[in-house]
């Protein structure tokens, strides 16, 4: 195994310079960086992390806590989240909640005792105290907490609106929105932004309320074209969500799109391998996680972060489950 000492030696350096080089702590000259950097890459050498982590006092560990890695969305966002979180040297602890605010607790208490660098959270069943007063650097992801959290979402409200507008324009005239559970402010948003449109367009409509899991879509969706057999378009507030819409289409004998149009929110592959291929709402499910880790890693390096709101465009992404 290669050491340090190796490393200077070979770089004309002292270990002392090497070890600034690899902790970004104290003055060195872009030329030496880079000379230290050349020798590290040609002698392979890699870093004792326990030496790093006692010298930093630090872990190299972040948790992420998720509602439901069994959504397809959620596992999207988590590789994101750990490819960047590798870029840095982080290992990511993986928390699944399944919606419970005494799990999130729990894991909460788990990580603290764990000694880790900081939190990434998806899930907000719990109130902010219980973040801010964690002492620790937390982002919220796809989720809002509170103001004092720097968070990362999209466009929620704005994709709404495109979605529902695209429903009108291809021919709906009676049309439900399908939304996710009550107090996500994500979910509220997307019903603002729907409730906005048909209103304004005086387009029949309906709101049902469901969780972001196909089972359950499926089951709603008999229940909403059973009372409502007028139904020609839904507004899926998840790709899932609409994926189960499809599955009870189906099964009643609908088509798609001449009988029912469906639109979805997330834009995870699953919607485009499905057939027929989903419409949806796409928000850059990479790009959010990879920022998620950026404003993490300048809270535990003790940076200012510019601004603590950070929300991403979406766009409507054609499939074959509305007209042309």
């Given amino acids: 195994m290669v050491t340090i000492r190796e490393v200077a030696k070979h770089a004309n350096v002292s270990v002392a310079t090497v070890s600034r ?34 010298y930093k006092k630090t872990s190299s560990i972040i948790g992420l806590i998720l509602p439901d890695i ?21 290992t990511v602890i ?10 999130e607790s729990d894991y909460i208490s788990s990580l603290e005792q764990k000694g880790i660098d900081g939190i990434i959270v998806s899930t907000s069943q ?29 466009e929620n409200r704005v994709g709404a609106i495109n979605a529902t507008k ?29 409730l906005e ?24 969706t008999y229940k909403l074209l059973k009372d409502h057999p007028k139904i020609d378009g839904v507004f899926a507030s998840s790709d899932s969500v609409a994926i189960g819409v499809i599955r009870a ?26 057939i027929p291929s989903l419409t949806t709402i796409e928000q850059p499910i990479y790009d959010m996680g990879a920022l998620a880790v950026d404003l993490l890693n300048q809270q535990i390096e003790k940076q200012e972060l510019d601004k603590r709101f950070y929300e991403f465009p979406t766009k409507l992404v054609k499939g074959k489950t509305t007209k042309n």
Avoid: W
């Fill in 94 to 103: 993986l928390c699944n909640t399944d919606g419970s605010s005494k799990t």
């Fill in 197 to 220: 449109v048909v209103q304004e367009a005086h387009v029949d409509y309906v709101v049902m309320e469901t969780i972001f899991d196909v089972r359950a879509a499926e089951e709603i």
């Fill in 249 to 274: 289409a189906h099964n009643l004998g609908l088509a798609i799109p001449d009988d029912l149009q469906i639109v979805g929110f997330d834009g995870i592959e699953m919607g485009k391998m499905f």
């Fill in 166 to 194: 695209h429903l009108i324009e291809v021919g709906c005239q009676s049309i439900a929105h399908l939304r996710g559970p009550s107090g996500l402010i994500t979910t509220d948003d997307r019903e603002k932004g729907f």
């Fill in 126 to 154: 719990l109130e902010a105290e219980n973040y801010t007063e964690f002492h620790l650097p937390v982002v919220a992801l796809d989720r809002t907490i509170n103001s004092t959290i720097p968070t990362v979402i999209s």
């Fill in 70 to 90: 069994t959504n397809p969305y959620f596992p999207a966002l988590a590789r994101a989240v750990e490819d960047r979180a590798r870029f840095y040297g982080y």
């Fill in 21 to 54: 080089v690899l902790n970004n702590k104290g003055q060195v000259s872009e030329e030496t960086k880079k000379r230290v950097n050349e020798s590290i890459e040609k002698l392979k050498y890699r870093p004792n992390l326990v030496a790093r982590t006692l």
